[in-house]
């Protein structure tokens, strides 16, 4: 007999995303993005990004279901992103998978947009060996995870105190006035850079610090070093080189979050580092966690970028292992939770 035909629906920022998995296969990955919407902003805008699901979620559920050849009458599952998230955001995808549900006569699971991130990888790499560390890094959030039991047992064990890892790179990018989102340029430009050009500091890594923030991390001290930096150099006339720019503060992000994350799996014995969100997409990181990781007998499993970024295949892996493990459905009145803890 086949595995179960699970659909996935992601809205909980600017991308409305539905996929299709049936076990730990892909389907179909059908996405809409707002992001051009957002772009002069500077940042995703919550009502924008609203009514941007609110348009493309049904388009995008057909050509999902097109682009599998399947029907929902064949689908088994739903499962849809209920947290953490924009809230309006939320609530689309989470209306749209009750209607869904409804109208078909099928179980919806709400997921966890974190734990989802994690479960992706399953898609690409097969079942991921439990326990794991997880680093999640994306412009809503950057934790490092345990991950005992992708089903049921998921424990942040840090997260970042201030911004995202995503958000420095967007800010430093609109610094140096490079396009939004600011992760792709800046590791573009980097690799015409040095990253030991400028030492910019490396947050929560002092002994001080480590005591209480061991596994957390803080990216806004880093982007005011930028920013005094670039001032320093337009004050004095100078030429700002964004290269060098670029890679000394894209080496300073990947240092620490590929150093605690480390540490994390030393610390509990662990071999398996899983990397997702939309940083995870970052060429120095994955470089730099393979090669840190190798010294221990690490193994890091990174995900294909597209599916790093925020997509409704990560929620139909998640609801696929969830319906493999023999978790209950939700019920129908399934909340949206825009700060759902794991
Ligand atoms: O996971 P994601 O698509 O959405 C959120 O949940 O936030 O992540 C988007 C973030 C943005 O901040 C973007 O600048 C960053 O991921 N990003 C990158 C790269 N590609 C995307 N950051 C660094 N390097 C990249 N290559
Ligand atoms: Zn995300």
Known sequence: ADEPLILGIETSCDETGVGIVRGHTLLADAI????????????????VASRAHLEAIVPTMRRALDDAGVTLADIDAIAVTAGPGLAGALLVGVAAAKGYALAADKPVYGVNHLAAHVAVDTLEHGPLPEPAIALLVSGGHSSLLLVDDLATGVTPLGATIDDAAGEAFDKVARLLGLPFPGG?????EARAGAADAIPFPRGLTAPKDLAAHRFD???????????RWVEAKQRA???VPVPD?????????CDVLTSKAIAACRDRGIETLVLGGGVAANSRL?????????KYGIGVRVPRPKLCTDNG????ALG??????????SRLDLPADSAMPL
């Open 245 to 253: 720019v670029a890679a000394s503060f894209q080496e300073a992000v």
């Open 286 to 294: 994955r470089a730099l966690a393979e090669q840190r990781a190798a």
């Open 320 to 329: 696929s292992h969830l319906v493999a493990a023999g978790v209950a459905p």
């Open 32 to 47: 809409a993005s707002s992001v051009e919407e957002h772009a002069r902003f500077g940042g995703v805008v919550p009502e």
């Open 217 to 227: 991390f803080s990216f806004s001290g880093l982007k005011t070093a930028v920013a």
């Open 237 to 239: 006339g100078e030429p």
């Open 313 to 316: 295949a990560m929620v139909a």
């Open 184 to 188: 792709p340029p800046i590791d573009r």
